[in-house]
Structure formats: structure tokens, C-alpha cells
């Protein structure tokens, strides 16, 4: 009884295939199983690694999204105080003046801060036509005018002590001749 050959060796015994083809593909075969036994993963394994990996992949770029939005929250805080510095500095009025000067009080937070202000600048502040910004711990005098263009971040820094009076007096008040002064000095 003979036993069959494989069909590698027909190949070889009726000349297709030459011996040194046949000698490279016994090794690669070699190399393939060993590698399949040193990695000890099925095909299955292999796409349970693949999944993993790309939902690793996805939860790496929600993180990177989340970090790219919170660095942009970040960037635009920043540029809106750089707004702001700017348009204090710009439009800065020196408080007091040559004559003689005022003190004048806000609250801030509870707490009575004062500014020494002339006299006009006084009339100026009742009259909403100046705000006083608290801006890097200190106070500034602007225009209403600048302080209304400041951004909404500084809205918790920015006082406009008084509107601008546009009442219409009625002609008939008997009281009309007795005005009331906004900045009582106590």
C-alpha cells in the first residue's frame, strides 16, 4: 500500500514547481503558525481588539473636542478683558482736577468705595454722563459712551451710577421750581 503524496511533492515530481518555491512556502507557513501561537488570539480576539481600539479612538476625539471648546471658552474670556483693558485705557478721564476736588462714594459688593472726583465730574456722574469701572483693583472715570461698548464680562465691574435725566416736567407742579439735587452731600 502507497501512501498519497501531497501536492506539493506531485507538484514538484511533474515539474510546475521548483524546489525552491516549495522550500519558501514551507517557511512562510512556518512563520505564519508560529506567530498564530505566540499571539494565543483567535480571528475573533483580533475584532474584539479592533472594536476596542476604535472605541478608544472615539472617546480620544471626544476628549480632544471637549478640551479644543474649553480652551476656546478660555481664549475668548481672555480677549474680552483685553477688550475691555483697552477701551478703559483709551477713554480714561483723570479723576479730581485742578480746583478744589470732591469725594465721591459707590458701593461695591457692600462695601463704600470713594473716588476723588471735581466738581464737574461730580455733576457729570449724577447726571449718567460719566460711569466709574473697577478694572485690575482700581477705579477709572469713563464716558457713558465707552462704558456702554465695554463687553458683558465687565458688566459685574462697571457702574453707571445714574440714567440720563429725560423726564418731562409737568407744567403744572407746584414743586417744579424747587429741584431736588442728585449728589447730596451729607
Keep these: 500500500m502507497t501512501m498519497a503524496k501531497s501536492l506539493q511533492e506531485q507538484l514538484l ?31 475573533d480576539d483580533k475584532k474584539a481588539i479592533e472594536t476596542e481600539i476604535a472605541r478608544a479612538a472615539a472617546a480620544k476625539r ?8 474649553a480652551q ?23 479723576a479730581g482736577g485742578k480746583g478744589e476736588n470732591v469725594v465721591y462714594s459707590y458701593t461695591v459688593g457692600g462695601t463704600v468705595r470713594r473716588i476723588e472726583v471735581s466738581a464737574g465730574q461730580q455733576r457729570d456722574l449724577a447726571a449718567g454722563r460719566l460711569a466709574i469701572v473697577r478694572h485690575g483693583n482700581k477705579s477709572a472715570l469713563i464716558p ?10 465687565m458688566a459685574n465691574a462697571m457702574w453707571l451710577l445714574s440714567q440720563e435725566d429725560t423726564a ?12 431736588v439735587p442728585d449728589d447730596l452731600m451729607w
Design 72 to 94: 476656546k471658552v478660555g481664549r475668548e474670556a481672555r480677549e474680552q478683558a483685553h477688550s475691555a483693558t483697552q477701551i478703559i485705557d483709551q477713554h480714561r478721564i483723570k
Design 62 to 69: 471626544e476628549r480632544d473636542r471637549q478640551l479644543n471648546a
Design 13 to 43: 515530481a511533474a515539474g510546475v514547481a521548483k524546489p525552491k518555491q516549495a522550500k519558501k512556502a514551507k517557511r512562510e507557513k512556518v512563520r505564519r503558525d508560529q506567530a498564530a501561537r505566540r499571539d494565543g488570539k483567535t480571528p
Design 144 to 153: 457713558r459712551a465707552a462704558a456702554e461698548r465695554l463687553p458683558e464680562a
Design 168 to 179: 418731562v416736567v409737568d407744567p403744572d407742579d407746584p414743586y417744579a421750581a424747587f429741584q
